[in-house]
Each structure stands twice: as structure tokens, then as C-alpha cells.
């Protein structure tokens, strides 16, 4: 089975978790786009584990890839790889020698161009993801592969500097003899992750080629996605199915199933438009409800209602087999819950997404209302292997039901909690 995982909102949907239950399927695990500004919780009975570069699906995988298209900092690397062979001590880690590097001088100018932006400030993690990809684009980026040859990191960080003097100018940087350090630690990281570097793209069509089961992971969310989300509060990459290609080398056209991750309710870290948002009481209680703090920053996250027109959007986007539903534990608890149907302009339904910031104002939201589930009873539903999506409340199959009518697509995975058992897996051919 060739799949891939990908989230259908703002990103933190849950795919950490929905990944991770998948994987024990999977020989291979692959991530293909994003670094560090990502955030993944696994819970385990080994314990809780966050991952931010390496793909959740690790844990149980026997090859994990990190692909081209990834933005890497090398010592957040070393550090994850370290507990990652804590929890599984024969995984085999493979980066791609062309995937580019995140250096300190990167995080720096993240949070330097935010204070540029001013109204514009998107609200980045401050990884130095935005700063890395544009150094890819201008072609003065330095790769994976660079890190091994000490005077090239040392021209490429020249380069970088001269490029972006201006913003660096308060910076540790503007020493000539710091920059020289940063090239020779940089050089460092590069050694110690010699051992795990390759050509991934080779490796991923030999392990197809051995009809191996590969899962590609998405990082992020397709609204955040540089091109189609709400620009330009996106992240630097595309988050779409579509990117494993050119962020794994692997062809697109071989995938066989596209698993689109959706939270029951949704959330959104950073600024930007959230036709959805929930405010005030409500929105606190929610939040707390549903721990909704980022996994990377800290950051309170914004949480709404679940939007149907995005949904369907992104699921037509990603060409989505079927979906997976996580969060439906916590949503179940308020005492009254709403899902936007359509969105409506001068009182009039519009079947596109408005992307001009302006024009996003003018819309307004049909909601429908729906009765909660209340709490779950985990222990009844989970009784046995047979019938546990018909001991769901109805109140929550109706829910489940009115995505399926809207988008057309099956749920097939519901995650009713944080542990990997907690999840009732659809059999969608029965
Ligand atoms: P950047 O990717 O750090 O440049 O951040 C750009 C926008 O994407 C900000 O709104 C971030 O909060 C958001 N973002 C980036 N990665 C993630 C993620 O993995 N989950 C949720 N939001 C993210």
C-alpha cells in the first residue's frame, strides 16, 4: 500500500496521532515538506513523545525518510533521532542529502521579518522556516549535503549574510568571526548526520519497487499551504498530496490512498482569516477542553466550528479517498454544538472560498446547529471488536454521517481519545 496522510485545516488536526496508528501497517514512513514548525504528540504505553522533523509514524516503522523537501535544523535533528532510538532502537533514518538546512542565522531572521511585516505578521513559529525556503528559492540556500564540505557552508553563510545584511544588522551575525563559528558548528551537526544521509528519492523507488507498504506523511494543513491556503498566513512549502512528488522525488500518480485528517471542531495558531472562530467564554472553554496549545510554540491556539465548504475544498484539493475524524471526545461536551454549511455573500450562497482579505469580511456563515454527544463511554464502545461505530451515540454518527453526506467521502478512522486503542478503524468495504 502506497498512502498518504495529510491534514485538511489550519494544521494540528491530529495526524500525529492518526499516523501513528496507521504505521504499524507500514514498513517505511515518509515526511516530505515542512521542518521544526511542525508539532506531533504520540501516546504510547512507552510514554508521551513529541516529534517535530521526524515523521510520526516512527515509532513502529522500520524505515524512516526524511525527504528533500523538508527544512531541516540540525540540531534539533540530532536530538529527536537520539530519543527516537529510545523508543525504537532498529529504525533505520534516512535524510535527503538535497533537503535544505535551517541554521540559527534562519531563526533570526524569521522573527526579524515579522517585525518587518508589522500588520502583516503572520504569527510564524519562528523556526526560521520562511527564511530557509526563500535561501532555496534564491538558490543560496545550504543542503543537507553542503553541511560535509566546511568551505561551502562557509561561502553559503557569506552569501546568506550579504543577501540579507540588512536585517541582520543587529545581529550576532555581523561579526565576521561569529559567522565563521556558525559555519564551522554547522560543519559539526553535518558529521554526526553523515551516517544517516542519502539520495532518499532512489531509496523510496527501490523500496516501491519491493512492493514495500510507504506512508507518506503531510506536515502542516492544507489551508496553510503557500498556494491554496489563506495567503499570506501559510507556511513557506505546499502542504498538499500533490507535494509529496516534488518533496520526495516519488511520483504522485503511484499513490493508491489519500487520507485527509479533520479535528471534529478546528483550530488555527497565528493570525489570519478563520471564517469559523469561536470567541469569547465559549472559545476559552473549548480550548482548555480540547488542551489546544501548540506542540511547538506554546501559543493558545484559536479554535472554530467545523467548516464544511473548506472541508470539501480541501478534500477536492487533495483528491481524498477517505477521511479520518479526530477531537470528537472533546467536541461532544459543549452544550451545543454548530457546523457551517455554507457561506453566504449579500445573503446569497457562494460555492468558491474568497480569498482577497477584504472580500473574506464580506462573507457571512449558514450554521446548522446539532445536539451534543455528551461524554463517551469509551469502555462500552470498545466492549468488543465488532459494532463499536454503532455504539456511538447517534447524536455523534449523525455528525459523522452529515460529513460523509457533504463531502461525498467516507469517515473511516474516528479517534475517540489521545491513546492509539481509542480509535475505531471503519471497515469502509464490509
Ligand atoms: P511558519 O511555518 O513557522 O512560517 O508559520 C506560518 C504559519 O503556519 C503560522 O500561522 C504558524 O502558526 C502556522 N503553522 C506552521 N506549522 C504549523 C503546524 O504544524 N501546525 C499548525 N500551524 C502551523
Not at 534516512?94 to 508589522?118: C, F, Q, W
Not at 499513490?255 to 483550530?267: H, P, T
Not at 455523534?396 to 478503524?425: C, D
Request: with cysteine; charged share 25%; aromatic share 8%.
Amino acid at each position: 500500500m502506497l498512502a498518504v496522510v495529510l491534514g485538511m485545516q489550519f494544521g494540528d488536526e491530529g495526524k500525529g496521532k492518526i499516523t501513528d496508528y496507521l504505521s504499524e501497517n507500514f514498513d517505511v514512513v515518509v515526511r516530505f515538506n515542512g521542518g521544526n514548525n511542525a508539532g506531533h504528540t504520540v501516546v504510547t504505553s512507552q510514554g508521551k513523545f513529541k516529534f517535530h522533523l521526524i515523521p510520526s509514524g516512527s515509532l513502529r516503522s522500520s524505515v524512516v525518510i526524511l525527504g528533500n523537501g523538508m527544512v531541516i535544523d540540525p540540531y534539533s535533528l540530532i536530538d529527536e533521532i537520539e530519543n527516537l532510538k529510545k523508543a525504537n532502537p532498529d529504525v533505520q533514518i534516512k535524510i535527503s542529502k538535497m533537503a535544505h538546512v535551517v541554521t540559527p542565522i534562519h531563526k533570526y531572521l524569521d522573527k526579524s521579518e515579522e517585525n518587518v511585516r508589522g500588520g502583516l505578521s503572520i504569527g510564524t513559529t519562528a523556526q526560521g522556516i520562511g527564511p530557509t525556503y526563500e535561501d532555496k528559492y534564491a538558490r543560496t540556500g545550504v543542503r543537507v549535503i553542503d553541511l560535509l564540505e566546511k568551505s561551502i557552508v562557509t561561502e553559503k553563510i557569506e552569501t546568506i549574510y550579504r543577501m540579507k545584511e540588512n536585517l541582520l544588522a543587529d545581529s550576532p551575525y555581523r561579526e565576521k568571526s561569529e559567522r565563521e563559528k556558525l559555519a564551522a558548528d554547522l560543519h559539526e551537526a553535518g558529521k554526526k548526520l553523515m551516517q544517516y544521509m542519502d539520495y532518499t528519492e532512489n531509496l523510496i523507488y527501490r523500496f516501491s519497487q519491493e512492493k514495500k507498504n510507504i506512508l507518506f506523511e503531510g506536515a502542516q494543513g492544507t489551508m496553510l499551504d503557500i498556494d491554496f491556503g489563506m495567503y499570506p498566513f501559510v507556511t513557506s512549502s505546499n502542504t498538499l498530496a500533490g507535494a509529496l512528488s516534488s518533496g520526495s522525488g516519488f511520483p504522485f500518480r503511484k499513490i493508491q490512498r489519500v487520507i485527509g485528517v479533520i479535528k471534529a471542531y478546528m483550530s488555527k495558531v497565528g493570525s489570519g482569516p478563520f471564517p469559523t472562530e469561536i470567541e469569547g467564554d465559549l472559545a476559552v472553554r473549548l480550548r482548555d477542553l480540547g488542551h489546544e496549545y501548540g506542540t511547538t510554540t506554546g501559543r493558545p491556539r484559536r479554535v472554530g466550528w467545523l467548516d464544511l465548504p473548506l472541508l470539501n475544498y480541501a478534500s477536492r484539493l487533495n483528491d481524498v479517498d477517505s477521511f479520518a475524524i479526530t477531537n470528537v471526545d472533546t467536541l461532544g461536551k459543549l452544550d451545543e454544538i454548530k457546523v457551517c454549511e455554507k457561506y453566504l455573500k449579500d445573503g446569497k450562497e457562494v460555492d468558491f472560498i474568497p480569498r482577497s482579505l477584504e472580500e473574506i469580511k464580506t462573507i457571512s456563515i449558514g450554521y446548522k446547529t446539532i445536539r451534543p454527544w455528551g461524554n463517551l463511554d469509551i469502555e462500552n464502545i470498545f466492549s468488543s471488536p465488532d459494532g463499536q461505530y454503532d455504539r456511538l451515540p447517534v447524536e455523534l454518527r449523525n455528525y459523522v454521517e452529515l460529513i460523509e453526506k457533504n463531502t461525498g467521502k467516507p469517515v473511516e478512522i474516528i479517534s475517540l481519545g489521545e491513546r492509539r486503542e481509542n480509535t475505531i478503524h471503519r471497515n469502509l468495504d464490509a
